[in-house]
């Protein structure tokens, strides 16, 4: 199988050497599938992606995940084990323009020298669909082979023609034994990692930063390379979970206005407006802002949690988020940041349901395990002759007609007859709509 190499700024096609002094996380990322930590179902023996690489197979795919799960990681290694020129591309910087210059070059290339490119394209949920729309053409001849990197849903944030095309590769966060061997291999590394500094360190202060990286493998080891060099500074020669924490406190707050820090901050607002915490969702939402995190991101996200957390037991809590969302954007900052304030306390003293959110769920999976059922011919609409003559629309009631408002039509398909996707809470509004949903079952069932 031929090798394929990184290409650099200067087209030779080589790729450097991480240099030793990039982070350590780049240091250690893994040259083969065998140094890879965790994923067994995506590369262990006899997986999916392994046989892809190792047959030269592989085709275009979206590696969906966590931070510091591999992503990239992964993307490079395919592309080091495949035959295919590698085109790294970043959407957070590039345009519809790029897109196409980008697709043009690897369709001469194919033309000329037979040749196919790997597209590496990260966070490939920023880009929009008109910018998506642009490598389908490209993708359905062979000119490129895409490898998309997300931690976003596929199923929301990418076109269901782009999606269809591609393999979906779903990559588990790291848990702490992984993440454990992951830093003692860098502590032993004398050529990569941190073999030469002379530091040891405990088991406990292991775990501990391994709890700090939640899952992140980049987090980790970015980490445990700020506490050694703090040791060596501080002529230490051994770190325990007690000195750790001494040397990192200072330096994990420097961190996490990097961003690194980033997911855990927004899980503890999540967390706290679910658990009806004002006073810790407010708290988290001013340590986000005043560490840098962009207000709209906050803002997007408290919309989010009004359908996921709250839904129709409070409908107005959307209404809010949406108007804090929009009173932010007409003030800007500070004065803005009032309205997430304000959207924030309101979400967390609502009533929480999660019943859209697993309504939604149910009703995708019935969607995916079960073939496209068809539509009753009651609620079909019947425009031609033809259509009423073959059954279109026969059977079909008028609600605004009946007495009671409901006609008494099944609207499911036949082998859905019954499944109840929306299962309302006994808080907030539900409660009163449960009512209502069960009188309008009564009715529909007499008719």
């Known amino acids: 199988m031929t090798g394929t190499l990184f290409e650099d700024p200067s087209g030779s096609g080589e790729r450097a050497p991480s240099p030793s002094d990039a982070p350590l996380a780049d240091r250690m990322r893994p040259r083969d599938l065998d140094e890879v930590a965790g ?8 997986a999916f992606l392994r046989r892809a690489i190792e047959e030269d197979r592989v085709p275009s795919l ?20 495949t035959s295919s020129r590698f085109q790294p591309f970043s959407a957070v910087v590039s345009g519809i323009k790029d897109v196409k210059r980008v697709m043009a070059d690897a369709a001469r290339l194919r033309r000329a020298q037979g040749r196919g490119t790997l597209l590496f394209v990260d966070e490939i949920h920023r880009f ?30 990418l076109n269901a023609a782009l999606l269809s095309r591609c393999r979906v590769v779903v990559l588990e966060e790291l848990g702490t034994e992984e993440l454990i061997g992951l830093m003692r291999r860098a502590l032993a590394d004398r050529e990569r990692g941190l073999g030469e500094s002379g530091i040891t360190v405990s088991g406990d202060a292991l775990a501990a930063l391994a709890q700090l990286a939640s899952g992140d493998a980049r987090r980790a080891l970015n980490l445990l390379e700020l506490a050694v060099e703090d040791a060596r500074a501080g002529g230490l020669e051994e770190l325990d979970e007690e000195t750790l924490g001494r040397v990192v406190q200072t330096k994990v707050l420097r961190y996490d ?9 927004i899980s503890a ?20 802002l005043a560490a840098g995190e962009d207000p709209l991101y906050l803002a997007r996200r408290m919309v989010r949690f009004a359908s996921e957390d709250v839904g129709v037991a409070d409908s107005r809590s959307l209404e809010v988020a949406l108007a804090a969302w929009d009173a932010f954007q007409r003030l800007g900052s500070p004065e803005g940041e009032l309205a997430l304030a304000q959207a924030a306390i309101h979400l967390a003293l609502a009533p929480k349901s999660n019943s859209v959110y697993r309504a939604w769920g149910r009703a995708r999976k019935a969607i995916r395990e079960r073939p496209a059922e068809p539509v009753p011919m009651s609620i079909r609409n019947a425009p031609t002759r033809l259509m009423k003559d073959v ?4 059977g079909y009631v008028y609600a605004h007609d009946t007495e009671d408002g409901v006609g008494g039509i099944d609207c499911l398909p036949e082998a859905l007859a019954g499944e109840r996707f929306y299962r309302p809470t006994e808080r907030g509004d539900e409660v ?3 009512e209502r949903l069960e009188r309008f079952r009564v009715l529909r069932g007499r008719s």
């Open 128 to 157: 929009n669909r008109a910018q998506q729309d642009a490598f389908l053409p490209y993708v359905e001849r062979g000119d490129i082979v895409l490898v998309g990197a997300t931690t976003e849903n596929p199923s929301f944030e």
């Open 432 to 434: 009163e709509l449960g």
């Open 257 to 265: 206005k990097s961003g690194e820090e980033h997911f855990n901050l």
């Open 269 to 288: 607002l999540h967390k706290s407006l679910r658990e009806s915490d004002p006073d810790a969702a407010i708290y988290w939402l001013a340590r986000m």
């Open 62 to 81: 979206i590696f969906w995940g966590p931070p510091g799960s591999g992503k990239t990681t992964l993307a490079r290694i395919v592309a080091e084990r």
């Open 39 to 46: 994923q067994p179902q995506v590369v262990g023996p006899g």
């Open 391 to 394: 059954g279109y629309g026969r």
